[in-house]
């Protein structure tokens, strides 16, 4: 009997100890790596907010039902087996949970119908709607963004037939406001690159020089950062949304393991990115909210091909090698979060010893950013 035991009984608890700890600590290995909350109190915008998850893979996504009514409800949603990993992402979670601001959201770990993580927007639905669709990010990391649309714009579309209540130029005088964004800051270098050249300290120097640019050309530019500050990345879309920018432009510096790659890319997002999961919003509602993100997408790619194409011709003296790696259709949190055409420009490699030197240089930064500054102005006038 004690060799049965030893042999057969022993392990089979074992096993099966270890498969219930699996599944009570997340059987599929899920983990929600990171959670942006992009908001804006501006009440001309169709969309009044972003919440964006990262996993760690693909995770499954329930909407709880209404015990009493068994109606569908689109306020609160429930993950499966996934947990919320430590450190970062639960303060990312901690600030999203004390947001107050005409709703609140909840996200907590749950232990019933199984372990998993409930999400709960606390909202009017008569004000309100929601949906939520699935990317890839530019990390190819899993992303869910949930969306949630003002119903009274949606309703003043519908009664001017979708006439520009929402107008695309903010600025008295006609001429866009645009928010260029240094990327990085603070305690957050960026990329460190060949004989130590940060990252955040490039994207500085060349957005200061890009508003002086399109400033001594009469637009109104909004800065995301004017110094060597930390700053969250859904601060620096909720600093744009609030203060009417028309036109978004990220920019940052590349990094590649292979040290020969070089060169300039533009991302912005696409359509075919997101896979829809579920709609709160039906009808010629629905075809609203699909015009204004499709318009949005095509300013967006018109603005990434003028930026690209000019940075490329106006640096392209200083290389013998191309430099030219193209429009590139990527979810970025900015690009996500910025409710207005946005791109972000990577001006260069400073993993690439050359490129790194040149990116130093103010002469060159001057032109990357005169090339930046050619771009918005081609976009705008097309």
């Not at 002086?212 to 800065?223: C, M, R, T």
């Not at 859904?234 to 028309?246: K, S």
């Not at 990094?255 to 790659?261: C, H, I, K, L």
Request: charged fraction near 20%; charge should be neutral; aromatic fraction near 10%.
């Amino acid at each position: 009997m004690s060799t049965i035991i030893e042999r057969f009984l022993i392990p089979l608890f074992v096993v099966v100890s270890v498969l219930y700890a699996y599944n009570s600590f997340g059987s599929n290995g899920i983990e929600m790596n990171k959670v942006y909350h992009h908001t804006t109190d501006n009440p001309m915008h169709l969309e009044r907010a972003h919440l964006a998850f990262y996993f760690s893979c693909d995770p499954q996504v329930q909407e709880i039902k209404n015990k009493k009514s068994d109606i569908c409800t689109p306020c609160a949603f429930f993950f499966p087996h996934a947990i919320i990993k430590r450190g970062e992402c639960e303060t990312m979670v901690k600030r999203v949970n004390e947001y107050n601001n005409g709703y609140t959201i909840a996200i907590e770990h749950v232990l019933k119908p199984v372990r998993g993580i409930q999400l709960v927007f606390n909202v009017d639905r008569d004000k309100f709607a929601i949906s939520y669709e699935r990317f890839d990010s530019i990390g190819l990391h899993k992303g869910i963004v949930f969306r949630l649309y003002d119903k009274n714009v949606l309703g003043r579309l519908e009664q001017v037939q979708q006439q520009p209540v929402l107008r695309t130029l903010w600025h008295t005088n006609g001429r866009p406001r645009i928010a260029i964004d240094p990327g990085h800051g603070g305690v957050d270098s960026g990329a460190i690159g060949c004989a130590g050249v940060r990252e955040k300290d490039i994207c500085l120097a060349i957005s200061s020089m890009v508003s002086d640019l399109l400033q001594s050309q009469g637009y109104d530019v909004l800065l995301t950062r004017n110094n060597d500050c930390t700053m969250l990345l859904d601060e620096r879309t909720a600093y744009a949304n609030n203060n009417n920018a028309d036109l978004f432009v990220s920019i940052h510096a590349n990094y590649a393991n292979n040290t020969r790659v070089c060169g300039i890319e533009t991302f912005c997002l696409h359509p075919q990115l997101f896979s829809n999961g579920y709609c709160g919003v039906f009808g010629v509602e629905k075809n609203y909210i699909l015009d204004r993100f499709n318009q949005r997408a095509a300013v967006s790619n018109e603005l990434a091909q003028c930026v690209q194409r000019n940075v490329c011709d106006t640096i392209a003296h200083y290389h013998d090698v191309p430099i030219d790696r193209k429009v590139k259709f990527s979810v970025a949190q900015v690009l996500l979060g910025a409710l207005c055409p946005s791109v972000l420009v990577e001006v260069g490699f400073v993993s690439h010893d050359k490129e790194a030197t040149l990116l130093g240089l103010k002469s060159y930064q001057n032109d990357v950013a005169r090339g930046i500054c050619n771009g918005i102005l081609a976009a705008i006038a097309s």
